[in-house]
T-cell receptor
Framework: NAGVMQNPRHLVRRRGQEARLRCSPMKGHSHVYWYRQLPEEGLKFMVYLQKENIIDESGMPKERFSAEFPKEGPSILRIQQVVRGDSAAYFC??????????????FGAGTRLSVL | DQQVKQNSPSLSVQEGRISILNCDYTNSMFDYFLWYKKYPAEGPTFLISISSIKDKNEDGRFTVFLNKSAKHLSLHIVPSQPGDSAVYFCAAGANAGGTSYGKLTFGQGTILTVHP
């Protein structure tokens, strides 16, 4: 059973470009979460999605950031017009409904975004 | 607003001895707590969790203790091994009527180094 798959592992963008980060949850998992980790800090929650629905986006910046989890295909975190402050590690996690009440989330290896 | 705090940025212990990692929280709504372990360039790996209705949970060499009145939890690793060297994050979540909010709030992490 493959784990949570994120790609790309490393992404370099110039200021003003768009960044698209992809996440395929573990098989059987229908809940996806995105977190961001800045250097020397812990992970900060961004958004929680189920198939075709955004459940909680309280951690998403108001502008330039969006997320989706379509019926088919991976979840996408999209950052438009990137700025240097967007440079961070972005982690995706997934969970199956059966353990949802226990809040156990399984993480991917992350995408490290560098904005030049 | 740092709702989950790990006040020790680093901890160094000798192989075979006990490692104790601490975590404090401020939000009374948290009712589920988890510890994750993270190696460089990898995603967090789930270690152990505890519900607020318990004060102790044990899994092999890992034991988590919860003191709700003090809003404090700790992870004990006995005996410590060099392979345990990693960053350890505590995280907290809140359930509402059995339906998870989904969001985990993480501490800043503690770097554990176990010397042979």
């Amino acid at each position: 059973n493959a784990g949570v798959m994120q790609n790309p592992r490393h992404l370099v963008r110039r200021r003003g470009q768009e960044a698209r980060l992809r996440c395929s949850p573990m098989k059987g998992h229908s809940h996806v979460y995105w977190y961001r980790q800045l250097p020397e800090e812990g992970l900060k929650f961004m958004v929680y999605l189920q198939k075709e629905n955004i459940i909680d986006e309280s951690g998403m910046p108001k502008e330039r950031f969006s997320a989706e989890f379509p019926k088919e295909g991976p979840s996408i975190l999209r950052i438009q017009q990137v700025v240097r402050g967007d440079s961070a590690a972005y982690f995706c996690a997934s969970s199956p409904p059966a353990v949802l009440a226990k809040n156990i989330q399984y993480f991917g290896a992350g995408t490290r975004l560098s904005v030049l | 607003d740092q709702q989950v705090k790990q006040n020790s940025p680093s901890l160094s212990v000798q192989e075979g001895r006990i490692s104790i990692l601490n975590c404090d929280y401020t939000n009374s709504m948290f009712d589920y707590f988890l510890w994750y372990k993270k190696y460089p360039a990898e995603g967090p790996t789930f270690l152990i969790s505890i519900s607020s209705i318990k004060d102790k949970n044990e899994d092999g060499r890992f034991t988590v203790f919860l003191n709700k009145s003090a809003k404090h939890l700790s992870l004990h690793i006995v005996p410590s091994q060099p392979g345990d060297s990693a960053v350890y994050f505590c995280a907290a979540g809140a359930n509402a009527g059995g339906t998870s909010y989904g969001k985990l709030t993480f501490g800043q992490g503690t770097i554990l180094t176990v010397h042979p």
